[in-house]
């Protein structure tokens, strides 16, 4: 089992940054694809990035691709995503997701929450206009 919990969320205006972090527990995360997934009021979940277990493969949802960088430090157990650029439409609940996979790189299957096993409770960011 692994235990997820994201923080760093919180209110910004838009233009503004915010950096969200995910510690895992449980078990080292090494050997999982990590992900972050959104939710916005009234709206499907949503894929936003992906980093492969090395942390050498990433891939970015086109909503959020060159504004954010998605990181992780498997030997604190830990994952971040840093989002620069914030705009309204990036509000939602940010979700960390963990999948057991140790893939070369980042694969199409992996921007799919159906196939991540562990998922945090989430973390509200809000991008005022």
């Known amino acids: 089992q692994v235990q997820l919990v994201e923080s760093g969320g919180g209110l910004v205006q838009a233009g503004g940054s915010l950096k969200l972090s995910c510690a895992a527990s449980?078990?080292?995360?090494?050997?999982?694809?990590m992900g972050w997934f959104r939710q916005a009021p009234g709206k499907e979940r949503e894929f936003v990035a992906a980093?492969?277990?090395?942390?050498?493969?990433?891939y970015y949802a086109d909503s959020v691709k060159g504004r954010s960088t998605i990181s992780r430090d498997n030997a604190k157990n830990t994952m971040a995503l840093q989002m620069n650029s914030l705009k309204p439409e990036d509000t939602a609940v940010y979700y960390c997701?963990?999948?057991?996979?140790?893939?070369?790189?980042?694969?199409?299957?992996?921007?799919?929450?159906?196939?991540?096993?562990?998922w945090g409770q989430g973390t509200q960011v809000t991008v005022s206009s």
């Open positions: 980093v492969n277990w090395s942390g050498r493969s990433t």
């Open positions: 449980g078990r080292t995360i090494g050997i999982y694809t």
């Open positions: 997701a963990a999948r057991r996979s140790m893939g070369s790189s980042v694969a199409q299957v992996d921007t799919m929450g159906v196939n991540y096993n562990y």
